[in-house]
C-alpha cells in the first residue's frame, strides 16, 4: 500500500526529471540520462552525467596509453605506480580508507587510454576526487616501490600476453596496421622493454607528462554537475598545466599500413584477419558502416544453445571455435578485426569462411533481413555502451582530450540507424581492395598464409 | 631500532647547540669507527624487521658501498690496524643513509599498528538513514 506522501513524492519527483530530460520519441532511448555534460574547471577537463542511483563511478582518463609513451612499457608502469604511497598518505592509507568508504579503485590502459577509476557510494565524491588529484600530482615514484610491487605486476602482464595467442595475434595485427603508435603492444611481449627502459625515475617523467592538465580529462557517471565541477576546480590544483615534456610520440595521424605476420606457439592457435576500419565517433574518420559489418560478420551468438544470426557464427568449422570480429574504434583510426580461436584445422577453415563472407558481402549475396538484424545488434552494442559504465567512461574521457567532445552515444546509435545497404556492400569491397593485416599464431604448418586466404597483403 | 637521544632537543636550541658542537665533535673521533672508513649508519644493529627492510631499499650502489666498508672495517680490525689518515671518513660523509629509511619504516609500521587498532564508527547521517 503506497501511503499518500510517498505516491506524491514520486510524482513530484518524475514531474522534476520530466522538466529537465529531453522528449523522446518511441525508437529513442531514454536519452536525457546518456548525455554527458562536459566542462572545464581551471583547465581541467571534465565530464558527468547524473545516473540515478546510489553509487558513483568516477575516471581519470589521460591521454597517455600505449600509443603515447615514449618508451615501451611506461604506460604499465604508470598504471601501477595509480594509488600508490602519495606525498600525503601511505598506499596502506588510501587502500584502507577506500576500504572503509566501500569503495574500489582500479587502473588499467588501453591503446590511448590510461584510465584510473573509482566506484563509491555517492556521498564520497569529494574524497575520490581529491584522491584521484592527489595520485596525479603528489604520487610518490619510490624505486623500492617499484622494485617490488610494479615489476611483478609488469612480469605478470607479460607471462599472460605470451601465454595467450589470441591476444598475440591481435597485437600483432595491430602494429601491422599501423606500426608504431597505434600499433605498440599493450603488454610486454619480451621482458626487454621493462628491463632495459624502465625504471621509477623514468615513470616520474612520464607522469609529469601524462597527468598535465591538457592531457587528462576527469569523467563521473552519477554524480551532479555542479558539486562535480565545484570540487574538480577545488582538488586538481598542484597537477601542472602543461606537460613536462611535449610528447610526440603517437600524436602524428596514423596511417594504416597492412601485413603479414606469422609466430610459432606451443599453447593454442589465433588467426587475426584485420582491415582498416572506423575511428571514434568523436574523430574524423568516423564510418558507422564498419559497426553494421562488423557485426554481419560477427561469429559470437547472442542466444543460448544456438550459433546465432552472425555470418561467421554459421559458418564456422566447429562448434568449439571461437570467432568474434571486433570494430576497434580510435581517435583517429580504427581496426575492423576478426580473431578466431580453436584448433589448427577448425583455425584455417573459419578463416577461409570469413573471407568468403566479406566476398559475399560486397557481392551483395547477403539478404536484406540480415542487414537490418545486424543494424539492430550494433546498434545494441552502442547503446549497451552506454549503459556499460566503464566503455562510457572510457570512450568520453577520450573524447574530451582528443576531440574536446564528449561521446553521445544517442548520436552514434542515430548514426548506425542511417547506414543503408549500399554503404554496407561499399564497405566490405573496400576492404578487400586494401591491404589486409593477417597475423598468424599457433600451429603454423596448418594455419594458412593470408595469400591462401584470397587477401592482398 | 633508534635509543632514546637527547639530541633532537640539543639541536633545537641553537645556544646549547653551539656549546655541545665541540664535545659531539671529540667524542664521534673518539668512538673510532671514522678511523676504520665506516660511516655511523653502519653501526647500526641491523638484526631486526626494520633494518631488514631499509637495507633492502637502498640504491644497488649505495648496498654495495656499504657492503665495501663494513668488509674493510672487518679487515682492519682483525689486523689491529687503522686507514691511513686521509682515507678517514670525512664528518660530511658521516650522513645518516640509512636512518631516513628507517624512519619511514617506522612511520609505515606505526601507521598500519594505528590502522589495525581503529575503532569505526559509522557516519551520524548513514546512521540516521538506517544504513
Redesign the interface.
Known amino acids: 500500500m503506497l501511503s499518500r506522501t510517498t505516491a506524491c513524492r514520486g510524482a513530484q519527483r518524475a514531474a522534476r526529471q520530466l522538466s529537465s530530460t529531453q522528449k523522446r520519441g518511441l525508437a529513442a532511448p531514454a536519452s536525457g540520462s546518456f548525455q554527458y555534460q562536459s566542462g572545464e574547471a581551471k583547465g581541467v577537463k571534465f565530464a558527468s552525467r547524473d545516473f540515478a542511483g546510489p553509487t558513483t563511478t568516477l575516471a581519470l582518463v589521460a591521454k597517455a596509453g600505449t600509443r603515447y609513451q615514449p618508451l615501451p612499457g611506461l604506460t604499465e608502469g604508470l598504471a601501477n605506480f595509480a594509488f600508490r604511497a602519495t606525498e600525503r598518505r601511505?598506499t596502506?592509507?588510501i587502500v584502507?580508507e577506500s576500504e572503509?568508504l566501500g569503495a574500489t579503485l582500479t587502473a588499467h590502459h588501453s591503446r590511448e587510454n590510461l584510465v584510473l577509476e573509482a566506484k563509491f557510494l555517492r556521498?564520497d565524491l569529494p574524497y575520490f576526487v581529491e584522491l584521484f588529484g592527489e595520485v596525479a600530482s603528489q604520487t610518490k615514484y619510490?624505486?623500492?616501490v617499484y622494485n617490488e610491487e610494479v615489476l611483478p605486476m609488469i612480469h605478470f602482464a607479460h607471462t599472460r600476453f605470451v601465454n595467450s595467442p589470441v591476444d598475440m595475434a591481435i597485437n600483432s595485427a595491430h602494429s601491422l596496421a599501423f606500426h608504431r603508435g597505434l600499433g605498440n603492444s599493450t603488454a610486454s611481449a619480451s621482458q626487454t622493454p621493462y628491463t632495459k627502459y624502465l625504471d621509477a625515475e623514468t615513470i616520474e617523467q612520464f607522469s609529469k607528462s601524462a597527468y598535465a592538465k591538457s592531457n587528462f580529462a576527469v569523467v563521473a557517471n552519477g554524480a551532479d554537475h555542479g558539486e562535480f565541477s565545484k570540487w574538480v576546480g577545488q582538488f586538481f590544483n598542484e597537477v601542472p598545466a602543461t606537460p613536462l615534456q611535449q610528447l610526440s610520440q603517437g600524436t602524428e595521424q596514423t596511417k594504416y599500413h597492412g601485413g603479414e605476420e606469422r609466430l610459432a606457439h606451443d599453447g593454442g592457435n589465433a588467426i587475426v584477419i584485420a582491415f582498416p576500419g572506423s575511428s571514434s565517433f568523436t574523430g574524423q574518420f568516423y564510418k558507422p558502416e564498419i559497426a553494421v559489418l562488423g557485426s554481419l560478420l560477427g561469429g559470437q551468438s547472442a542466444v543460448k544453445w544456438s550459433p546465432g544470426f552472425t555470418i561467421l557464427g554459421q559458418a564456422k568449422a566447429t562448434p568449439s571455435t571461437l570467432v568474434q570480429t571486433t570494430s576497434a574504434i580510435y581517435s583517429d583510426a580504427g581496426l575492423l578485426y576478426t580473431s578466431i580461436t580453436g584448433s589448427a584445422q577448425a583455425v584455417a577453415e573459419t578463416a577461409k569462411a570469413a573471407v568468403d563472407a566479406i566476398k559475399k558481402i560486397a557481392a551483395g549475396e547477403i539478404s536484406s533481413e540480415q542487414i537490418s538484424k545486424a543494424k539492430a545488434a550494433a546498434k545494441f552494442k552502442e547503446l549497451e555502451n552506454g549503459q556499460d559504465i566503464r566503455a562510457g567512461l572510457q570512450l568520453s574521457g577520450n573524447g574530451l582530450v582528443n576531440n574536446s567532445q564528449a561521446y553521445q552515444i544517442d548520436e552514434v546509435a542515430k548514426a548506425i540507424d542511417g547506414v543503408s545497404e549500399e554503404a554496407v556492400k561499399s564497405a566490405a569491397k573496400t576492404l578487400l581492395e586494401n591491404r589486409a593485416s593477417v597475423s598468424a599464431v599457433g600451429d603454423l604448418f596448418v594455419l594458412p598464409y593470408a595469400e591462401e586466404l584470397g587477401l592482398k597483403v | 631500532m633508534s635509543a632514546p637521544s637527547l639530541a633532537p632537543a640539543i639541536m633545537k636550541r641553537p645556544w646549547l647547540q653551539r656549546w655541545m658542537k665541540p664535545l659531539a665533535n671529540w667524542y664521534t673521533n673518539a668512538a673510532g669507527y671514522r678511523q676504520l672508513g665506516l660511516r655511523a649508519d653502519d653501526l647500526l644493529p641491523e638484526e631486526n624487521d626494520v633494518v631488514h627492510t631499509a637495507l633492502?631499499?637502498l640504491?644497488p650502489q649505495e648496498a654495495y658501498d656499504r657492503v665495501f666498508r663494513l668488509r674493510r672495517a672487518f679487515q682492519l680490525s682483525m689486523s689491529h690496524q687503522l686507514l691511513p689518515k686521509e682515507e678517514w671518513t670525512k664528518p660530511e660523509d658521516d650522513t645518516p643513509y640509512l636512518t631516513e629509511y628507517i624512519k619511514e619504516i617506522e612511520t609505515?609500521m606505526a601507521?598500519?599498528e594505528d590502522?589495525e587498532a581503529m575503532v569505526?564508527n559509522k557516519?551520524q547521517?548513514n546512521a540516521n538513514a538506517g544504513h
Do not use: T, W
Open positions: 601511505s596502506l592509507r584502507r572503509l556521498d619510490q624505486p623500492h | 633492502k631499499r640504491r609505515e601507521e598500519r590502522l569505526i557516519r547521517s
